[in-house]
């Protein structure tokens, strides 16, 4: 299967007492984004994001659990095996518990789109009669479903010309400022009626069908540019990639006593602790060079 195509999520589509086995595939493309990683640019090393608690350093990916602040200071864990219990029916089933007019969800609400496909061959007479039906009457299912541990609004609405169904997640009235609020400061005096005519004018003129393929992301494409240009310049640097594992946290002290050692100084003593003379200077020891292993640079 090819990688565009892979599953995303596996459950049924229930309307009534009939249930459709489908499957998601996400309609976006991964590759189509420019991702950029942070580098140090003098060491030449990727920077990494370590999950630290104060004080320990790095914490082990079993070692974290997830908490709730119910106050300030206060939190509730919540284990993995007690999540797992909150059996939700919308984590294997998408019901569809009412349908409205394609036009009437404001575009504000739309989140984002996954295609739906029958899962199996016996699932397809049900998924075209389910298409086609809501492509006839231009009307949108919506439901529920959870993914990522995230219960979503969902609206099912066939895809262009009614070749196949996608799923597009909904944003909950909760989530979305009032736009009565945002919008209060703006004058409610009508404009006008001839330069209200004229944008009239204008918007027709300009109208015709949508079609997405007539537009282009120009950054995107401006930077992949760029970087074939940088590419034909062998403007190229071997970036070290650092092992996660088992790596530590080092404190501001630490950090620097080995920025002294690289550059060749003598490093700073340690400060004395309370109720304790400063320890003698020992004699220097005899420097002997040391080979260091070999880096790991990617490939």
Do not use: C
Not at 64 to 84: A, K, R, S, T
Not at 144 to 161: M, S
């Amino acid at each position: 299967m090819a990688e565009s195509a892979r599953t995303f999520w596996k459950g049924h589509l229930r309307l009534a007492l009939v249930s459709i086995p489908v499957r998601l595939i996400a309609a976006e493309k991964a590759e189509s984004e420019i991702r950029f990683h942070q580098v140090d640019r003098k060491s030449k090393q990727r920077i990494r994001y370590l999950k630290v608690a104060s004080g320990k350093g790095e914490v082990k990916k079993e070692d974290i659990v997830l908490g709730y602040e119910v106050e300030p200071g206060n939190y509730v864990f919540m284990e993995d095996e007690e999540l797992d219990t909150l059996k939700l029916s919308s984590r294997h089933t998408i019901e569809l518990s009412q349908f409205v007019d394609a036009d009437e969800i404001e575009p504000l609400y739309f989140n984002r789109p996954y295609y739906v496909l029958p899962d199996g061959e016996v699932a397809e007479e049900g998924y075209r009669v389910l298409r086609d039906a809501l492509w006839s009457k231009r009307k949108v299912g919506i439901g529920q479903l959870t993914l990522r541990g995230r219960e979503n609004l969902v609206a099912l609405l066939p895809a262009g010309d009614g070749q196949g169904l996608v799923l597009d997640t909904l944003r909950y009235e909760s989530e979305l400022k009032d736009a009565e609020e945002i919008f209060s400061s703006i004058g409610r005096d009508k404009p006008r009626e001839d330069m209200v005519q004229m944008a009239e004018d204008l918007i027709e003129r300009r109208s015709e069908p949508f079609d997405a393929a007539k537009f282009h992301n120009h950054y995107a494409e401006a930077l992949r540019d760029l970087v074939k240009t940088k590419l034909g310049r062998g403007e190229t640097v071997p970036v070290e990639e650092q092992a996660q594992t088992g790596a530590k946290v080092l404190d501001f002290m630490e950090a620097l006593k080995r920025s002294v050692a690289a550059s060749g100084g003598e490093a700073p003593p340690e400060p004395p602790k309370k109720g304790r003379a400063p320890a003698k200077k020992a004699a220097p020891a005899k420097s002997s060079k040391t080979s260091k292993a070999p880096t790991r640079r990617r490939a």
